[in-house]
């Protein structure tokens, strides 16, 4: 596989999907989807790093399909390839607009397919090793406030529509400024990056998120957790804290 990308191919017709699966499948992980609907749900569900999408579908249309995912937070920056067998300049032209990445007409080369492909998965990791850059905290190495902006929002909205809970912490340290005082800036620089690498690591499921929130601040974002759980896990994290056994010999009690 190329670097365990995912690719999510949408069209109703049975003998495309299979055909495309197989032009792809040793390249990629590759999502089918029967119709627009099912298309976006599993866009949403598996955030794939390209789709390939039908324009002529009953019910929902390539066009229909491509306007909700770019308004859907979870999908709008995943890039769309229209392949389909419609000549017109203008179908051409109106795709592009509504945000696709490229258009290929059938019937097509298998190589040339390919090719296209492999160039928009290489455009996708370029731009998502980016973000990361752009969106990590350089000092802790977990996520940075602007991404956590981000995932709130996405985790905001899919809250609402799946009618399910979250649960947000903020967790602060104390005494944290007497201890620079105390120790130095160098040596409170290496207790964030020990205190944020103690609470990634009981952060289980793909969807738990912590970010530095700033100075010695950080978040929590827990998809799908109740309060209870949500308390369970943060004890979990203060004992992994707690296991740092980072001293303070000014402060009434140990930095934890």
Request: glycine share 6%; proline share 3%.
């Amino acid at each position: 596989m190329m670097n365990n990308q995912k690719v999510l191919i949408i069209d109703d017709e049975k003998a495309n999907l299979k055909f495309l699966r197989d032009i792809l499948k040793d390249e990629v992980e590759v999502i089918l989807a029967k119709d627009g609907n099912q298309g976006i749900k599993k866009a949403i569900e598996f955030r794939p790093d390209l789709i390939l999408l039908d324009v002529v579908m009953p019910v929902m249309d390539g066009f229909e399909v491509i306007e909700k995912l770019k308004k859907e937070a979870e999908t709008s920056a995943i890039p769309v390839i229209f392949v389909t067998g419609e000549l017109e300049v203008n179908k051409e032209e109106r795709g592009l607009k509504l945000g696709a990445c490229d258009y290929i007409q059938k019937p097509f080369k298998i190589a040339i397919l390919k090719a296209r492909v492999r160039l928009h998965l290489k455009m996708a990791r370029q731009r998502t090793m980016l973000a990361q850059l752009a969106n990590i905290d350089p000092l802790t190495s977990v996520a940075n406030r602007r991404r956590y902006n981000e995932v709130f929002d996405i985790e905001w909205l899919s809250a609402l529509r799946e009618k399910s809970v979250f649960s947000l912490v903020m967790i602060d340290i104390d005494n944290f400024k007497g201890f620079n005082d105390c120790y130095g800036h160098a040596a409170g620089d290496r207790a964030l990056e020990k205190v944020a690498n103690a609470i990634s690591g009981q952060l289980k499921r793909p969807r738990d998120f912590v970010a530095r929130y700033g100075g010695e601040e950080f978040v929590v974002i827990l998809p799908d957790t109740s309060t209870q759980g949500a308390i369970d896990i943060m004890q979990a994290c203060r004992k992994a804290v707690e296991a740092l056994q980072i001293k303070h010999e000014t402060a009434p009690v140990m930095v934890i």
